[in-house]
């Protein structure tokens, strides 16, 4: 019986704010071979194939269709998943734990530089009868949430900002991050208010890129390398899709989709087992908010932790040493995949100028975005 999924191969393209120079065919080739050479695999040893793309995203009907060349899936079975890396990664697990296959392969990627219109795209996705007529854009529904979140929890603005300088900082260690930066609380509360109190730096900048990863059971992970990195919890979640029935102050799908993934790894203590963790934050305040959705702190306390410097690089609990979606960019459906990659490299000590001494277990979280209520959390070790 299979008892562990592992992660033994990764691979990715790293970030760029705009990719003309490649499609996002070879990106995804390019990933793909990195993470096949990291597995020590070639594709045609590997059992089935996952992609996870969004048809909006790419400006044409059934798009997956496009991938499995690039990932060597022909002619083998590919699933694929409209939402996020770590969704795909669920269905892969399960795949696994059935029996019927002992490696899976899943890619994710993002071309956003190739959308002229991305936020009339994203507010697409808003209801069409009650919503998308009042023709307001996605940043708005999150502005109206952050003023929500800052009331309950009695976060301020400038501890929003603080997380947009400590995550553009934290990108300045990370090769593959597009956006580092040096900036002050000061750059981001005089950037341009977008839907108060919104800034343009609390939202995080687009991004294009590619990762590939390559799952296996546990006896074929122990065959492939020396250090699996093992899927421990996983879980995933929707709260109400209507914007008018909703809890504004939490993170409903984040605290749900944590429960699963904390009940599957066995976790009781979230805040003294995870050593550290790669969460959202699309908008800055997203970053404090599910902090606390994870219990990684209690409720009203994620500003003060972040203040207080548990959360930055030699903190306690390290958040988004990556940079986070500030310092890398926002990946629509490979947001979760540069968080895997993230955990994965911490996890095995390759992290370089950013490893975090002494880790042993990782969480990722991400969320779907504005105006959804989707998110999902995975939990990784290296024991």
């Excluded at 009203?300 to 972040?306: P, S």
């Excluded at 990946?331 to 968080?339: D, N, Q, T």
Aim: aromatic share 8%; net charge negative; proline share 5%.
């Amino acid at each position: 019986m299979i008892k562990r999924v592992a992660i033994v191969g990764i691979g990715t393209t790293g970030f760029r704010p705009v990719t003309p120079d490649v499609s996002f065919r070879e990106l995804i080739f390019e990933a793909a071979r990195k993470a096949y050479t990291d597995a020590g695999m070639e594709p045609s040893e590997i059992d089935g194939f996952i992609t996870t793309a969004e048809d909006f995203m790419e400006g044409y009907s059934i798009a997956d269709e496009y991938c499995p060349d690039q990932i060597g899936a022909v002619l083998k079975p590919t699933q694929t998943i409209p939402g996020d890396f770590i969704q795909g990664m669920a269905t892969g697990y399960m795949m696994i734990m059935t029996g019927a296959y002992r490696t899976i392969a899943i890619e994710a990627h993002s071309k956003a530089s190739n959308m002229k219109n991305i936020s009339e795209l994203m507010g697409f996705a808003q209801d069409p009868v009650y919503n998308r007529p009042l023709r307001e854009t996605p940043h708005a529904v999150a502005g109206l949430e952050m003023t929500r979140y800052l009331f309950e929890s009695a976060a301020s603005s400038e501890q929003c900002a603080q997380v947009v300088v400590k995550n553009k900082m934290n990108a300045m260690r990370n090769p593959y991050a597009a956006f580092g930066a040096e900036i002050t609380e000061g750059d981001v509360l005089a950037s341009e208010p977008v839907s108060l109190p919104l800034h343009r730096l609390d939202i995080a900048p687009h991004a294009d890129g590619a990762v590939v990863a390559v799952l296996a059971d546990e006896d074929t992970a122990n065959t492939l390398c020396e250090t699996p990195i093992w899927i421990e919890g996983i879980g995933w979640s929707t709260d109400t899709p209507t914007l008018e029935m909703r809890d504004w102050g939490e993170a409903a799908y984040a605290r749900l989709s944590a429960e699963m993934a904390y009940r599957m790894a066995g976790i009781e203590n979230p805040a003294a087992l995870i050593d550290f963790a790669e969460i959202c934050d699309e908008y800055s305040y997203k970053e404090l908010q599910h902090m606390e959705a994870l219990k990684l702190c209690m409720p009203g306390e994620a500003a003060y932790m972040l203040e207080s410097g548990a959360t930055s690089y030699q903190g306690e609990l390290p958040i988004n040493i990556s940079g986070g979606a500030r310092g890398v960019g926002h990946l629509f459906e490979a947001s979760g995949a540069h968080k895997i990659l993230e955990l994965v490299e911490q996890l095995r000590g390759h992290a370089g100028a950013r490893q975090i001494p002494d880790v042993n277990v990782g969480l990722a979280q991400v969320w779907r975005g504005v105006p959804t209520a989707t998110g999902a959390v995975a939990i990784l070790s290296n024991m």
